[in-house]
């Protein structure tokens, strides 16, 4: 495997983490429907811009179906995934929703790639570690069956995004007009979901707060969505030079990044089976990089 694969991944990974905790921080003041369909508008602005810059509108094509794809499932895995997080236990929800690493994974496979024994070994390993960082609860309060399906769903959605996104360009400033059409299409889609909440009761902002609220998070909106783009160039290089086996469980370390910046920034106290996690991520991390 290419050292700019794991590279990559891994840098896929960090961007990632960085992004769902701010994301986290932010729904702790503003609805999540909001956070999303404002941070993603940044996104849209920032690439329409190098889009127009770079010249990529000639990189059109039919291929760009699978970044509309992409910018489809997207928001119905994140709103899946908010949901079944609301209805908890999050212990449980939160390492469940890396599940999806299982969707790219299993393309890889079909489409002919065979990771050599390390590799395998890396990927049990890391998959493994992935699962436990997000802390999982082994007893407690019983799961609800809806939390249950609706993480699988978000699983199989944020596991989908990957694949599509691997397919939608084969060159840099392709990658540039895919990402612009993903996010214009998660714009559309979100903000169409967003109207449809608020004609039905819901609130689009805090109570009693008005846009100012917004305008405020700007600088943290536009950290989450530009880094959540960034993150899906990097993970499309990734797949594109290397195993996207290989690309995706490394990708797919973020759980493990998001722990550790709450450890750091809100000093959480890592539980033992979230660090037993990160440490079996990062043994995996290896067996892939080496392998």
């Known amino acids: 495997m290419s050292g700019l694969t794991a590279l990559f991944a891994l840098a896929t990974s960090l961007m990632w983490g960085l992004a769902d905790f701010g994301g986290g921080l932010l729904t702790r003041r503003i609805p999540a429907l909001t956070v999303v369909v404002a941070s993603q508008c940044v996104a849209v602005v920032v690439l329409g811009a190098v889009v127009v810059a770079t010249g990529a509108w000639s990189e059109w094509g039919p291929q760009l179906w699978f970044a509309v794809g992409a910018g489809l499932v997207g928001p119905v895995a994140m709103l899946s995934f ?32 065979r990771p050599g024994l390390a590799q395998f070994a890396g990927i049990a390993v890391a998959v493994a570690g992935i699962v436990l960082a997000g802390g999982p609860e082994l007893r407690g309060a019983p799961v609800q069956r809806q939390a249950v399906l609706l993480t699988l769903l978000a699983a199989f959605g944020f596991g989908a995004v990957m694949a599509l996104i691997a397919e939608a360009s084969s060159s840099v400033t392709g990658l540039f007009l ?12 979100g903000g169409t979901a967003l109207y449809v909440s608020v004609r039905r009761g819901g609130k689009a902002l805090p109570e009693g707060a008005g846009m100012g609220v917004i305008w405020s998070a700007l600088p943290a909106l ?31 370390l973020y759980p493990v990044v998001t722990a550790l910046a709450a450890r750091g920034v809100l000093k959480e ?11 079996l991520a990062l043994v995996g991390t290896v067996l892939l990089a080496t392998g």
């Open 82 to 113: 908010y949901k079944a997080l609301a209805l908890g236990p999050m212990g449980v929800v939160s390492p469940l929703g890396s599940l999806g690493v299982a969707v790219p994974v299993g393309v890889g496979l079909f489409l002919g790639e």
């Open 178 to 189: 895919a990402l612009f059409v993903q996010r214009v299409t998660n714009v559309a889609a």
């Open 222 to 252: 536009a950290f989450v969505g530009l880094a959540d783009v960034a993150a899906n160039g990097t993970y499309a290089i990734a797949a594109q030079r290397g195993p996207v086996a290989v690309a995706a469980v490394l990708a797919s």
């Open 269 to 279: 106290r890592l539980r033992g089976v979230q660090a037993a996690g990160a440490g």
